[in-house]
């Protein structure tokens, strides 16, 4: 194991601030402004708002230069990202500036392998965050700069075969939804003169779920509880999920059994429209703001109302249709009359056929994926322990 040094010993941390929003001259100008929202990845190179330079000489924030490593301290604690071009941050940012010797790729790995360290020190009632001091005294290895460099080369090649996969996992799920565009298209144009009917007319069973909380635990069983943070991109991910009891999953599936290939969706709350569809072997409780689709086998193939009810014109009525300021919801009502398309069963068994293909070579994509991960996180710890 190398010998450490505290963090705040070699990097210069700055601070941000967010210029009054009641002054226009200050926002809209040259100057990239991040905040939290930014963090999309670890590379940071575009901002959803930019500001002025009087923003700048009239606020708290200052200009972070190309090559720092931004953390948030507030409310995405763990993150962080290198910065590739000029950047002012708000208040719940940090910039770390490398001082000599400290190569910038090896800093910003090592920050990455505190995540759940960071995370786990967080403190707040309602938005978590962590203290400067906490930042200042995390032990950085104390490493000749060539050295750092050789770390972070074979932990940026880990990476890069990681996120590789990433990308090519996110292609075939677009030709998934291309496919589906090319052969259907949508209610409103109908190029291809298909008959129109409504969502209910696809579907043998569309029902809420019970709008009472079930237990939930941390432990992972046969029993996942289902939310609207489980639904993410028309797939569901159990990596944060809860579990209910066995007692509580056969309680809550009196009214109704989700099986393989049926649609849960999400009609209530921040997350309404998202989507998700039932794998084989997993035997799911619906949690609240959810509601299940089971397509009506004689007329409907589930892959085609799988895509349906991801596609952006059902999206579409979705939001034409949300009420409720506090918490956004669509009526159930509303839903079972979303326009739709009924084309003959064959058209939509060819399109099933080439959707299966795609989903096939996902879920390898996908393996290999989590595999080019555990590789990455066993070399981080390795590299961190000195041992690489």
């Known amino acids: 194991m190398s010998s450490t040094i505290p963090l705040g010993k070699v990097v210069e941390i700055r601070g941000g601030g967010t210029p009054s929003r009641s002054v226009e001259r200050y926002w809209g100008g040259p100057i990239p402004w991040a905040t939290v929202k930014d963090f999309k990845s670890t590379r940071l190179d575009k901002t959803l708002e930019s500001i002025t330079p009087e923003g700048v000489k009239n606020s708290a924030t200052s200009i972070v230069p190309a090559g720092s490593i931004i953390v948030p301290t507030r409310m995405a604690v763990g993150k962080a990202a290198i910065n590739s071009v000029d950047v002012a941050i708000n208040q719940d940012l940090k910039a770390l500036l490398p001082k000599k010797n400290i190569d910038p790729n090896f800093l910003l790995h090592f920050l990455l392998s505190k995540s759940e360290f960071l995370e786990s020190r967080a403190q707040g009632a309602t938005v978590k965050g962590i203290k400067l001091e906490l930042l200042r005294a995390l032990e950085f290895p104390n490493l000749r700069v060539e050295e750092q460099r050789r770390i972070a080369n074979i932990l940026d090649k880990a990476d890069g075969i990681r996120r590789k996969l990433m990308l090519l996992e996110r292609l075939l799920d677009e030709s998934i939804r291309s496919v589906f565009q090319e052969m259907f298209g949508d209610p409103q144009s109908n190029k291809f003169g298909f008959k129109v009917g409504h969502l209910e007319h696809l579907c043998e069973l569309i029902t809420d ?180």
């Open 209 to 388: 779920c019970l709008h009472t909380t079930p237990d939930h635990f941390d432990e992972p069983n046969a029993y996942p509880s289902i939310r609207s943070s489980e639904l993410q991109g028309g797939y569901i991910d159990l990596s944060s999920a809860k579990y209910v009891t066995e007692e509580e999953y056969n309680v809550r599936i009196q009214r109704y059994r989700p099986e393989p290939d049926d649609i849960i969706y999400c009609r209530e709350g921040a997350r309404y429209g998202s989507v998700g569809r039932i794998p084989e072997g997993m035997t799911p409780c619906l949690g609240q703001r959810t509601m299940l689709l089971k397509a009506n086998r004689g007329i409907c193939n589930p892959d085609y109302l799988w895509s349906v009810m991801r596609s952006d014109f059902i999206l579409d009525r979705a939001n034409q249709a949300v009420g409720g300021a506090a918490s956004p919801h669509v009526n159930i009502g509303d839903i079972r009359k979303f326009p739709s398309l009924m084309p003959p069963l064959e058209v939509q068994e060819e399109f099933s056929r080439k959707c299966r293909n795609l989903l096939r070579q996902r879920e390898r994509v996908l393996e290999q994926g989590r595999q080019a991960t555990l590789l990455f996180l066993v070399l981080s710890q390795r590299a961190f322990r000195g041992e690489l």
